[in-house]
């Protein structure tokens, strides 16, 4: 598996006990011997088949009780620390899963299994109808600045987001998907804030979805029975700069001589998201395109992400130091040339340009669906049937004018317009 392979894959699937599974529970029950009270396990043992059967994921989840200690509006009485841990150390002593646990100390990452191909193919007869997914327990989160999910009191707004998404989903569930991996597709849409609801608030497809996808097998994907056309936002972020300081972008806000037009794209959005310049050039120094930058066609094989930087450092023990000279330089370059916007850099900005971005895209995904046409969100990008992408893109524009915007769209498929 080279570079590109790894780099484009999904990380591993968050647990999601997101199936409707119920109906199941009695023959997964039987069929892995156990009490037919069994729930958890039953719906653990699903999600990691469909998820082995699709994507081929390793699925990820907390041996950590504080994970599971959740205000209330966000419980699942199956989704708990002893029941979970339970479930798949049950699976793991019986030889239904590759198991890898989190050592403590190891910050930042999780336990994960996969289902074995026998597993696999025990439970496949029990799944072979076809799934409906399972009513999220809430669809407005809010997180705090560290990543926590946090109460609150609801109010019209939150009512109001819960009402339109719900007759998102209700739109979604409904529609004729195709393509690989169609259980992995349909999946509800959740808005996910930070730090109050100013702050993101981006439509994220629960458990990934084709939000996930490369963007080939993006293109694979069919609704409707027709294959889709991605409908994105030109530059959206640096738009919503240039416009909160009264002025127009520049034709392309990404074009730097010496460096890729991608890598810029990282750099410039990561200097509106950040907070310091240090914690931004850090993150542009190590980011695989400005490995690729630096190291061109001497980039390691790697199967995994902490396998690729763990080699890097090996062979190229100088990487760091020019990795991070040349992050510096491409950001002073951007500073340079975007001066305009220049006091927006480090402070964060980028999560109100989200919240922004997504209300445009609640309102373009909801007049879409009124219109009897699934528009998926990727954020600032949108999948329609191809014979429809003419409409979308009149209303993506229309939304962004309503927050002042002038939106210029570009189609990712090539399907020419008009």
């Known amino acids: 598996m080279g570079i590109d392979d790894w780099f484009d894959r ?27 009270h069994k729930q958890t396990l039953a719906a653990v043992t699903v999600a990691g088949v469909v998820e082995a059967q699709g994507t081929g994921r390793k699925v990820s989840y907390s041996r950590t009780r504080q994970h599971y200690e959740l205000p209330h509006r966000y419980r699942d009485p199956l989704y708990t620390f002893t029941r979970i841990k339970s479930a798949v150390d049950w699976l793991d002593a019986e030889g239904l899963i590759d198991h890898w646990r989190r050592l403590p100390g190891q910050r930042g990452w999780q336990s994960s299994f996969r289902a074995r191909p ?42 109001r987001m819960r009402r339109v998404l719900i ?37 994220y497809a629960e458990g990934g979805a084709w939000q996930m996808l490369p963007k080939a097998q993006r293109a694979q ?56 310049p240090n914690g931004v050039r850090h993150s542009v120094a190590h980011h695989r395109l400005m490995a690729e930058h630096i190291l061109g066609s001497d980039l390691p094989e790697a199967h995994t992400h902490s396998d690729f930087w763990s080699r890097v450092a090996r062979l190229y023990p100088k990487y760091a130091k020019e990795a991070h000279n040349s992050a510096a330089s491409l950001m002073e370059a951007i500073e340079g ?55 979308l893109e009149g209303v993506m524009c229309e939304a962004a004018a309503r927050f002042g915007i002038i939106g210029k769209c570009k189609r990712s498929s090539g399907v020419p317009m008009g």
């Not at 900005?349 to 995904?365: H, K, N, P, T, Y």
């Open 337 to 391: 040339r975007h001066s305009a916007i220049a006091s927006l850099f480090y402070t964060g900005a980028g999560m109100r340009f989200q919240w922004l971005d997504s209300q445009i895209a609640e309102v373009v995904v909801l007049t879409m669906i009124r219109e009897g046409i699934v528009a998926l969100p990727i954020h600032d990008s949108f999948l329609v049937p191809a014979s429809k992408a003419d409409l």
């Open 167 to 203: 007759e998102i989903n209700e739109g979604i569930r409904d529609v004729e998907l195709g393509g690989s991996n169609v259980e992995l597709l349909r999946r509800p849409i959740r808005r996910i804030f930070k730090g109050g609801f100013e702050l993101g608030g981006r439509l």
């Open 118 to 159: 026998e597993m696999v193919d025990l439970l496949l007869p029990a799944m072979a109808s076809g799934m409906a997914w399972r009513t999220p327990q809430e669809v407005v989160i809010l997180k705090n600045d560290a990543g926590e999910v946090i109460d609150y009191r609801d109010n019209r707004v939150t009512n």
């Open 221 to 276: 994907v069919t609704i409707q029975g027709e294959r889709v056309v991605e409908v994105d936002f030109e530059q959206i972020h640096p738009t919503l700069a240039y416009a909160e300081v009264g002025l127009p972008p520049p034709v392309d806000t990404y074009n730097f001589a010496g460096y890729s037009r991608s890598l810029c794209k990282v750099a410039l959005n990561a200097m509106l998201n950040g907070r310091s």
């Open 10 to 36: 999904p990380r591993d699937a968050a647990l999601s006990l997101r199936f409707e599974t119920r109906e199941r529970w009695a023959p997964v029950c039987d069929m892995l011997g156990v009490p037919d």
